[in-house]
């Protein structure tokens, strides 16, 4: 595709529930991250994968958060039993190999509220 | 622990220069990334020093001084769409990045 992109664009849920974010990194794009900025914050690093590994998932908050990817393309975070703090904009990049210097692309976010 | 430093809020007038500082403290850096984020927008790449010095791409400039963990990015004659959130950003091991709080860009008539 022409960049990336996230899916859905906006979700509010109860707090307690499963959500499921998506993202589709640029079509060649071996490594792809998850970010989380909250309201008027800078980006907060949750979880990195090259190919369908994640040799990087320190920044996950809690058990509560899970990633995967398959095909080496499409990936999913999962945030189990929703809390309220877990409101935030979802940002996923991806790279080409994920080299130190390569420029991530970003894709628009998606805008969780949890209520 | 991991910290980046850099102002919360910055105005100038169209035209004008603007420096925005940045200082990091981090374990492990590969270089510091400059990201613009226009109200509800993706962030998007401006600039990367991975050695010491200053690069230049058209109105933007970044500098790097690694022995002071410092770097700063320069916008040049200013334009109105100019007004957006600066993050400063350390490359780290894998790619990723660790962001400071960003800082808005007020660009004034």
């Known amino acids: 595709g022409a960049g990336v992109s996230q899916s859905p664009s906006n979700k509010v849920t109860e707090k307690g529930k499963d959500v499921e974010l998506r993202c589709d990194p640029i079509?060649?794009?071996?490594?792809l991250y998850w970010y989380r900025q909250s309201l008027g914050q800078g980006l907060e690093f949750l979880i990195y994968?090259?190919?369908?590994?994640?040799?990087?998932k320190s920044g996950l908050p809690s058990d509560r958060f899970s990633a995967e990817r398959t095909g080496g393309s499409v990936s999913t975070l999962t945030i189990q039993r929703t809390q309220q703090e877990d409101s935030a904009v979802y940002l996923c990049?991806?790279?080409?190999?994920?080299?130190?210097?390569?420029?991530?692309?970003f894709g628009p976010g998606t805008r969780l509220l949890v209520l | 622990g991991q910290s980046l430093e850099q102002p919360s809020e910055v105005t100038a007038v169209e035209g004008a220069i603007v420096q925005i500082n940045c200082t990091y403290q981090?374990?492990?850096?590969?270089?510091l990334s400059w990201y613009q984020q226009h109200d509800g927008g993706a962030p998007t790449f401006l600039s990367y020093?991975?050695?010491?010095g200053l690069e230049e791409t058209g109105r933007f400039s970044s500098f790097l001084s690694r022995s002071d963990s410092y770097g700063y990015l320069l916008l040049q004659e200013l334009q109105m769409k100019d007004s957006a959130s600066y993050f400063c950003?350390?490359?780290?091991?894998?790619?990723?990045?660790?962001f400071g709080q960003g800082t808005e860009l007020s660009v004034k008539p």
């Open positions: 981090t374990s492990g850096f590969y270089g």
């Open positions: 990049a991806s790279s080409l190999e994920g080299g130190l210097e390569e420029t991530q692309y």
């Open positions: 950003a350390v490359n780290n091991q894998g790619g990723k990045l660790i």
């Open positions: 079509s060649g794009h071996t490594a």
């Open positions: 994968f090259q190919g369908n590994s994640a040799p990087d």
């Open positions: 020093n991975a050695l010491d």
